[in-house]
Structure formats: C-alpha cells, structure tokens
C-alpha cells in the first residue's frame, strides 16, 4: 500500500540524515528514543547534542494513526475518519552563530474518507545573514522545485516568507525557504508526482545543510556574536511557541512534548529593547529578516 | 471620577514597588520608557537589570482607552463601546537560583456601557521550593484576602493554581498564589470594596518579595543551580507565550510589545528530556509544582 511505501521512505530519510550530520559534525552522535502513541503508532525520536558543530539538535520520524479526535475536528474540519500521519521533522541549533539554524519537515497524511496530501517544508534562520548563502540556499530549492512543477518555487516561497513570520515583531524568523500544506492529486499531478516532489525535497536537505556547515563552521566568534545568536533563538521561541501550527497541534492534541520541544535552542535570551547599532552585522541581518527579498535572483 | 482615582492609585503603586525595589537591590536602579498607544493612552515602562539581585525585571504601569477592537469584542465577548483599562504588571527575575521569580498584575477595566471591574493577581515561582517559604507566601496573601472577604482566599488561591498551569507539562508555573478577574459590585460588595480589596494585594507586594530576597540572597549557588534555573526559566518562557491570556491579548492586539515581553527572562534553557536526579533538591522542587497544595496551613 501506498502509506507503507511513503512510510518506508521517510524512515530511510531519517537515517541518511542522521548518518550525513554525524559525518558533518564529526564528534556528537544521535541517540535514539524510541516511543509509542497511546491511540495508535509512534516514532524515533534522535537526538544529537554537543558537537563540535551541532549544539542540540533532532530529526524525528513518527507515524501514527488513530481515530480523529473532536480537537482535530474542531481545528482542522476533518471529518470523524481514521487518520494515518507519517513523516520526519528537523530543527538543528548549531553552537557556531555563524552556522545557521535549519528546519525540516516533510509529512503525509490520509483519512480514510479517502483524502490523502503531502506537506512540509525547509527553512534557514541565518543568526548573521551572508546574502552569497541565502542565494545558495533559494536557488538550490528552486531547482528541486522546477524539476517537479514550474509553479512550486515562487508559490512554496511565498507561503515560506507568510508562514515563518513573527508578527508581533514585524520580522520573519530567518530567510525563509518554502513551505507547502496539502498537495493532494489533481487532474494535471498524481499523488505519486506529489511525493517525488517530497522526496526531492527531503533528499536535498543533507547536502545543502552539509554546504552550509562547512562554509561556516570554522568562522571565529566573539561574546557578542553569542548573544546575538542567543537573541535571534529568543525569536525562534517565540515563533515556534506563539505562531508554529506543528507545535500548537502537539501540544493541544497531548502529543509527545520532548519529541515537540525539542525544536527550541539550548539556550537562547531576551533583553528589554534590544537595539542593534548602526551599521552593525546585526542591523544589516535585521534588514534582510523581510517578506518578499527575491533571494533566487 | 473613580477611574481618575484607581489611574492614580495605580501610578503610586508603581513608584513605591520600584523605590522599595531598588532598595532591596541596593545596586541597579529602574530605567523608564515613557510610551503613548495610538489609539489613547499609554503608559510607564520601568526596567530594572544587572542588580546585585534582580537580574532582569519590569515595574510596568500604563493606563490605556478607546473603542473596544473588533479583535477585542470576539476575544472578549465585550459589545462595541469606549473602554478604559489601567493598571501595574510586575515580574522579577532574580539572578542568584535560590531567589525566587515574582508576577503581580493588578488592573482595572470599564466600558462606557456601565460595566467596571478589577483583576488581577501575585504569583511566586520558585527555582527551589522552600517550603517554609511557600507558607509564608501563602498564608500573607490570605491575610490580606481575609481582611476583605472570607470567599476570596480560596478561591482566588484555586483560580490561581488552575491557571498558572503549563497544561502540556502536567505542572504549576510555580507555587501558585491568587488570581482573579472581572471582580464587579455585587449587592454585598461594593465596587469601592473591591478596590480597597486591590489596594491590599498592591500593598502587600514590596514587604513580601523584599523579605523573600533577604530570606535568600546570600546563599550561595553552583553551575547546576543555574541550570535548573535556566530549565524552570524555559518553563516560564512556555507559559507566558503558549498560555498567558495577558500576553496572548497583547499579542493580538498589537500591544507595545517590549513591554509585554519583558516578563521574559535574560537567560533561559531547554534541555532534551531533563530528567531530575532521584532524591535531589529539583526533584523535590518539582514535587511541590502541583495544583492543591494547601500552603496557608
């Protein structure tokens, strides 16, 4: 079936990621915690801290299913149905402030009523941005994009830059990336085209991540740089806890907390009116924390 | 008129707290942000940091009117009509683990339509829970409950520990205090009573936190008190964003947002999967972060 072979897929996901990052960080390894879901399924949760690159880091395969819950009604309009969830999800806070935090999630969804839709999307938070990466980074994804469908890139990107946006701080968590929520079968793509798209995706993350690491892992930094970067996690808690879907679904469905928290920094801080100076790194990266940069250019 | 009196009221509260806070600390003293809100009103932002014990912490008063949002009259069920709200909002960040965090909010709210009501609340969470202290805590605030009506201790303490609740962790933000909301007239007390009810708890803040500080500041502490610390902060950071209807509202209602936010901490830590060793000082502190604990006796 159809589910088996996707589920199957993203497992292996999973460990080509985790044996690509371990090769990156060179000394941090995953563990493993292995969890079950009450109403049915569960998932790997993998863990890696404490690297030489990789502060704290996980990628986590689940796949659960179960019966709609009067929540999942509620706030998603499905139908009371059996469920069926699988997918990998990804967020790596680097202890360098040079490397940029990323993000990772490919999913796929069914209900037995019959409808079935991928998602996901990858996304960079640059705690200082190097306009050079943020084009390596746009440019790579639109070519995995093109391959799929001509429309994908400027669609996915635009919801990237609506989604990973923190309102009340008028600013977008980092560069953005793309984005993309129930992608079922049309007359023109087949569910199958739909999930080459997702693999696409998923096979693109290690060598872009892998790029970036080595392009920045051995920049020297100063005290402020930390605490820039332990600002800009500030705002990465804040859009994960007040705005993310993902993690408000976790925690108002009772989903397992640590597998969910696990995408917030080890460490990360607020300062009243935090001021960045003029003309400083930290101004320039603000300026680029913006809707719309066409950074595929 | 009663409002112009509450607004006053309120302005002295914020002067005295900080001048017995800047006592208490006897190094760092309050800045202000004088701030105006678009659409009337507008407040006193005061910011203490780097003290010799509070590390970060805001004294806020603000004093804001105009017609009720149509954001305001879904969230809040009010028709649409000229509002007036004022009010003082506190939390304390203390640097040494063995102090502990402190939030009071008192406040004020009418509608041109004729409705009028006060709220608010004082809350202590402690890094370690000292029992001794926690008693004392509670049973000064139904002292002061007491002297006003024999209801208002219970039930404020049980509104308090239902929410100050981080749901998704299964535990209390800390040890709990009063909370209340929407305190009317009723035909046995009068608008002016509930005022002088206010009044008590606004009081009572300075001689139970300053006599909590010099309880605690001198003991010493390690790097694993700090963590812990930063742990139970990530708690607090958790609560505040997910949950906090306060800063929820403000959020939603485009509030000045460097004064919502500082109730956030300098410094704060996620860990995956903290685990408290058995038998430790965090174990047992987590034993007393329940709902229910009768403190006052």
């Not at 044996?19 to 998932?43: H, I, S, V, Y």
């Not at 999630?105 to 938070?125: K, P, Q």
């Not at 640059?126 to 799929?148: G, M, N, R, S, W």
């Not at 907390?257 to 003309?279: F, R, V």
Request: hydrophobic letters at 35%; aromatic letters at 14%; glycine letters at 8%.
């Amino acid at each position: 079936m159809a589910k088996e072979i996707y589920t199957d897929w993203f497992k292996s996901l999973q460990d080509n990621i985790c044996t690509a990052l371990e090769q990156a960080d060179g000394k941090a390894t995953f563990e493993q915690d292995l969890w079950d879901r009450p109403g049915g399924g569960g998932g790997r949760t993998r863990i890696i801290r404490n690297g030489s690159v990789i502060e704290k880091g996980g990628v986590n395969f689940s796949a659960v299913h179960g019966e709609t819950t009067q929540a999942l009604q509620d706030k998603m309009g499905f139908p009371k149905a059996e469920f069926y969830a699988t997918g990998v999800s990804i967020v790596i806070h680097p202890a360098n402030p040079h490397v940029p935090i990323i993000h990772m999630n490919v999913r796929y969804f069914e209900l037995s009523t019959g409808i079935a839709w991928f998602g996901g999307g990858i996304d960079l938070t640059p705690i200082y941005v190097v306009p050079e990466q943020a084009q390596y980074f746009h440019q790579t994804l639109k070519k995995v994009c093109d391959q799929h469908h001509d429309t994908y890139y400027p669609e996915f990107k635009k919801w990237a830059d609506d989604y990973f946006y923190i309102k009340h701080r008028q600013e977008t968590r980092g560069i953005g990336g793309i984005f993309f929520d129930r992608l079922q079968a049309t007359d023109e793509i087949s569910i199958e085209d739909r999930f080459a798209f997702v693999q696409s995706v998923g096979n693109a993350f290690a060598p872009i991540y892998t790029h970036l690491i080595a392009q920045n892992r051995d920049k020297t930094f100063a005290d402020d740089h930390v605490e820039w970067q332990r600002v800009r996690r500030g705002r990465y808690v804040e859009f994960n806890l007040v705005y993310d879907k993902g993690t408000k679904f976790g925690l108002d469905t009772d989903g397992r907390i640590e597998s969910i928290l696990m995408s917030l920094p080890a460490h990360a801080s607020w300062m009243y009116n935090y001021q960045t100076k003029p003309g400083s790194e930290e101004e320039k990266t603000l300026k680029y924390l913006k809707k719309g940069i066409a950074w595929d250019n």
